[in-house]
């Protein structure tokens, strides 16, 4: 009988220590979780076509974006770490995607799946004709040319700066 009940609390007594010890592990994990999400838009850009010809940016507010108004196929310069919507009023023939080196495609807003688009930090969202997403400092390593996805002469550089 003694030692049933020694067994039974020693055994009480493991289960204390190891839930202890899982908590204080799980306390150190909380340090180590990436960074939040972002959700607050900090700058949008609106665009229309020329025929199959060009991109033309139209209207830029906010902040960290800038680029030339009715110039086509424009550079666009985008402040890493913030978060961009995109405008597309070009309309569903001309889905605005972002390559990255290699002409791998990071971001589409066809049915192509970019290789960024699950990314949980570059949290990227379409809304309609608009995109949204955070310009990570791993999705600006990457980035190259914006493009259409149907017209590959509607294409302009993207300088992703700090
Ligand atoms: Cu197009």
């Known amino acids: 009988m003694e030692r049933t009940r020694n067994l039974k609390l020693n055994i009480l007594l493991l289960t204390l220590v190891s839930g202890l010890l899982f908590l204080a592990c799980s306390d150190d994990k ?75 495609i990071l971001l589409s807003q066809n049915n192509v799946e970019g290789t960024l688009e699950k990314d949980n930090q570059v949290n990227y969202q379409v809304d309609g004709m608009n995109i949204t997403f955070t310009l990570t400092q791993n999705l600006a390593d990457q980035i190259a040319p914006y493009i259409c996805g149907n017209h590959s002469s509607m294409s302009g550089r993207i300088n992703a700066v700090n």
């Open 30 to 104: 909380k340090e180590m979780e990436p960074m939040p999400v972002i959700e607050t838009i900090s700058g949008t850009v609106a665009f229309t076509n020329i025929g199959a010809r060009a991109f033309v940016f139209t209207a830029v507010t906010g902040s960290g974006i800038s680029t030339d108004l009715n110039v086509e196929n424009a550079p666009l310069t985008l402040k890493i770490g913030n978060r961009y919507q995109f405008i597309n009023n070009a309309g569903a023939g001309h889905p605005f995607q972002i390559l990255g080196i290699g002409n791998t």
